[in-house]
């Protein structure tokens, strides 16, 4: 890994045996995962509210031409 993917651009860079550990995890997720903001209760009920008026004035508007 290191002759292949390090070497090209960093050719001063070595491994040191005695600092290896085998077995290690780094979890990046656990660090620098940021979760997406959710909207607010008021936000989505809002939306749901103008919807539902939206299926109304529809099914006004068809029920008058039929």
Known sequence: FLLNEVRPYAPDAYLDPAKTQVGYEISFTKYF?????????????????ALDAQA???????????
């Open 33 to 49: 995962y940021k979760p997406a903001e959710l909207r607010t209760l008021n936000d989505i009920l809002a939306d749901l509210r």
């Open 56 to 66: 109304a004035s529809l099914m006004h508007a068809i029920t008058e031409e039929a």
